[in-house]
Every structure is written in C-alpha cells, then in structure tokens.
C-alpha cells in the first residue's frame, strides 16, 4: 500500500528529446533572467550617472554665459572709452582740429559696417523701412544725433575729458525735462529730487575746473542735451508697433543720412580739412591707421552697447553707465596728466550719487 501511495516524479528518461528541450528552455530562463538582471542594475548606474551629468553641463553652460557677458562688458568699456580718449588726442594733443570732419568718418564707418553686419553677417534681421513719413523720422533722428555727436567732439577740444564726462553725467535731467515738455510726462517728486544733486554736482565741478572754457562747456551742455532729446524723441517718432528699430537697424538707416547732412557742413566750416589732413598725414604717418581705427571703434561701441542691452537688465546697463563715465574720467586723467581739484572730484562725485539716485527712484516709483 505504501508503495502505491509514493508519488513519483514524470519519468522523462524514456523520452530523450523531451528531456533536452525541457533542459533548453529552463537554461534559456535563467539567461533572460540574468540578462533582465544586468539590464535593470546598468539603468540604475545610469540614472545614478546621469544627474551629476546633467548638473556639470547646467555649470559649464553657466560658466559660459559668464564668460561671455564679462568678455562683451569689457569690450564695450573699452569701445566706448578707446574712442572718447582717442577723439581727445586727436583733437587737441595730435594737432587733427576737425571736429565736423571726424564726426562724418565716424558715421560712414557706421554707415559701412551697419550694411555689413545686418546684409551679410546677419547679426540681427533686417527691418525695412516701410513709409516715407518713417524715413522722415528716422531722418530727423539722424539730424538730432549728429548734432549731439559733433558738439561733444567739439568740446573735447577745449574741454579735459574728466570734466566732459562729468557735464554728459547730466543726461538724465534733460530726459526728464525734455520728456515733460514734449509729453507732460510726470514722474514723482522724489524722482525730481534726486536730480538737483545732478545739476548741483556739474555746477560745483565748473568752479573747481582748472581748465574750464566757456565756449567747450556750451557746446558740451548743447551735446547732452540734443542727445537726451534724441531718446525722447525716437521714443514719440518710432512709438507705434510698426515703426519701432531695433538700436542697429536705426543706426544703419541713419549713418548714411548723417554723411550726407555733414559733407556740406564740413565744407564750408572746415574747407582746408583735405590739404592740411594730407599735410598731417605727411608728418604723422600713424595719422590714417588712428582715423580708421578710431571711426571702427565708434562703430564698435554701438554694436556693443546693443549687444550688452540685449544680454543684460536695463537695472545692470544702467550701474554698468555709471560705473564706465568714473572709469573713463579715471583713465583720463592718468594719461593725459589733466590738473584736477578737490572742488572738481567733489562735484563729478555728488553728479555721478544723484544720477544713482535718479535711476533708483524711478525704478521704484513708476
């Protein structure tokens, strides 16, 4: 009875090749379920890997960004500060007293390199002119814009640059004014406040100006001013959605209308500059490398300065301003050993506070 109650196991030993494939498939099981093994332990390592991965490229990418934000700043320091102090040598130290002239080989390197850049390096999309009456604003910009440009080339010939820098400091009280007059755009009292130190500061560094010249301080005040009513003007002009210019886009449409508007000009208030140019040219044979290195550093302060608004706040490009008229007026004076006071730094200092001020209050109370 026991014998027959043993339960036995199949007998596969009568059956050969139902042995061999029962052996197949449970070694084939065992392969699929190592492998199924290996699989899910590689995605683990994986996954493991991949976030550190993922956070070295975020801090590569950023590093990166850095560098280039840095190497555009320090581009357009020395853009903007290169050609204002080379604008002063060539002025009054070098002997080249054109200041129309320069002005106009400025804007058809503007004019040259704008085509360039946007035409052929497609740098930014090209935005046509679409109307007459835009190309008459755009034509009276460019008018405005020259005028602001050659008064401070003017000026540098009579002025240091240390005290050019500090009346151009005053730009944001001539917005205001102007913006007042031509919109009757308020801003708070507090905003207004903070602009008395602005004037106060420019008033205190002419008395304590060694080298202050009426007609150069006229000719620099005419300057900011026309440039503060430049911006409020493109502000109305170009307002609508279909007019607005991108900075490089205005600058190419109004370079070639400012050459044409400055050829006369220079003819008949600087007839000799072709023959006592050569003449120079003679004496200085550096004379046309400064000219052309000059008028493409003008050119280049443009391009930057578009390119560091376009990659920075309108918060930092304002601190980035400020801080670049103290380095130029820095720079300035060690190179060109200009006498300065105590009266003088006091008042650039108190100019440069209100316009921090200035901008601060009118972030805050829009």
Not at 136 to 160: E, M, W
């Amino acid at each position: 009875c026991r014998s027959m109650l043993q339960v036995r196991g199949p007998d596969f030993s009568r059956f050969p090749f139902l042995s061999l494939s029962l052996s197949l498939c449970l070694s084939s099981a065992q392969r699929i379920s190592i492998s199924t093994r290996k699989r899910k332990r590689k995605r683990k390592r994986k996954k493991k890997e991949k976030k550190p991965r993922s956070e070295n490229a975020a801090m590569s990418s950023s590093k990166k960004q850095t560098l280039f934000i840095s190497t555009l700043i320090i581009s357009w320091y020395s853009s903007n500060i290169g050609v204002l102090l080379l604008n002063k040598f060539l002025l009054s130290n070098y002997g080249f007293k054109f200041p129309i002239f320069l002005t106009m080989c400025h804007m058809s390197a503007c004019a040259i390199l704008s085509y360039i850049s946007i035409v052929f390096l497609k740098l930014v999309p090209l935005q046509s002119l679409k109307s007459r009456s835009q190309f008459l604003k755009v034509a009276t910009l460019s008018i405005v814009f020259c005028a602001s440009v050659v008064g401070g080339n003017i000026s540098l010939r009579y002025l240091p640059v240390s005290f050019n820098q500090a009346v151009g400091a005053t730009t944001p009280f001539f917005t205001a004014l102007f913006a007042y007059i031509m919109t009757l755009k308020r801003e708070a009292w507090v905003t207004y406040g903070a602009l008395v130190p602005v004037v106060a500061g420019v008033v205190i560094a002419s008395g304590g100006e060694p080298g202050f010249h009426w007609f150069g301080f006229i000719m620099c005040i005419s300057a900011t001013a026309a440039r503060a009513f430049k911006s409020v003007l493109q502000g109305i002009l170009l307002s609508s959605e279909g007019e607005k210019l991108n900075s490089m886009n205005l600058m190419l449409y109004m370079s070639p209308i400012a050459v044409i508007a400055l050829l006369p000009v220079t003819l008949v208030m600087e007839p000799d500059v072709i023959s006592l140019t050569l003449t120079l040219a003679k004496q200085h044979q550096y004379m046309w490398i400064l000219l052309l290195v000059n008028s493409v550093m003008a050119y280049s302060a443009n391009l930057l300065n578009f390119l560091v608004t376009k990659h920075t706040s309108a918060l930092t490009l304002q601190v980035l301003g400020n801080a670049k008229g103290a380095v130029a007026v820095v720079i300035s004076i060690l190179i060109f050993q200009n006498p300065v006071t105590v009266m003088g730094i006091g008042g650039y200092s108190i100019t440069v506070l209100g316009v921090v001020a200035y901008g601060e209050t009118k972030r805050r109370f829009r």
